[in-house]
């Protein structure tokens, strides 16, 4: 009798993890489905955004961002009269930051490259899950800000934990929740997707906010204009060498001529 009771127990646990297993799976359907279906989304290739990033404090800035396969990106953002760059060529991560005083590209560090490859992710992290290494599974129905949405737990290849938040009527991801470095200090960030526009097939958030659990407000991004496939040379991406500095006079020798200076990125 305990060797049945056992069995039906085991038979029992493991439909259930297929049901929550499909039931997941459903849902990432759907969401496929809802923002233009797969090969709408696989056939983008490269997107272009421009828009502003609000910072609090009345602080407003243009922005511009450059995604293309297989993972780039290329953002800047222009403050002060002086623009900073953040870029990822599928491999490494660097950033120019003048109003910073760091006017020479210089490489990222392991916690920012990690979120850079996040958001070079053209497809996002729900499309070719299990191809990419990741684990998702179904957490129940929670409020996000009065829209009832299904909970997904993704568990990246890395070991990153981020739940994704899907809207239980229009099927679109309305929000991402998870634990990121900044500084040194791990901190529970979210991101909430609003305003969706359909662009060449495509259905796109034109509004993100990012902000720690629990503040009243945050970093806000406006899209005002998304363009699909744009053509961007590989060059976009890669971090380019450091600017060479004036080389010193020495008494008596001969002084050969200064190598041309890369661009400012």
Do not use: C
């Not at 290494?133 to 009065?146: I, L, P, R, S």
């Not at 990012?210 to 406006?222: C, L, R, S």
């Amino acid at each position: 009798m305990i060797r049945k009771t056992f069995a039906w127990l085991l038979v029992a646990g493991l439909a259930g993890a297929a049901v929550q297993a499909q039931t997941a799976d459903e849902i990432i359907a759907k969401n496929i489905e809802a923002r233009g279906g797969k090969d709408k989304i696989k056939s983008v290739q490269s997107i272009r955004m421009t828009g502003k990033i609000a910072m609090g404090q009345g602080m407003e800035a243009p922005i511009s961002m450059e995604v293309a396969r297989p993972n780039k990106l290329r953002m800047e953002f222009t403050m002060q009269g002086m623009t900073g760059v953040q870029a990822y060529d599928g491999k490494t991560g660097w950033s120019v930051m003048p109003f910073m005083g760091k006017t020479d590209p210089e490489t990222m560090s392991a916690d920012e490259i990690k979120q850079t490859e996040d958001q070079a992710d053209l497809d996002g992290v729900l499309v070719d899950y299990k191809e990419k290494g990741h684990q998702v599974e179904y957490a129940g129905k929670e409020d996000v800000e009065g829209t009832p949405a299904h909970k997904l737990k993704v568990t990246k290849k890395n070991g990153d934990v981020v739940n994704v938040y899907i809207d239980a009527e229009s099927y679109m991801d309305i929000k991402e929740a998870g634990k990121i470095n900044i500084r040194g200090q791990e901190i529970e960030n979210e991101v909430t997707f609003s305003d969706f526009k359909p662009v060449e097939g495509v259905i796109f958030p034109f509004s993100l906010e990012q902000k720690p659990k629990g503040a009243p407000a945050g970093t806000v991004i406006t899209i005002s204009k998304i363009e699909v496939n744009p053509t961007l040379d590989a060059s976009r991406f890669a971090m380019p060498a450091a600017a060479a500095k004036p080389a010193m006079e020495k008494p008596m020798e001969k002084k050969e001529p200064a190598p041309p200076k890369p661009p400012r990125w």
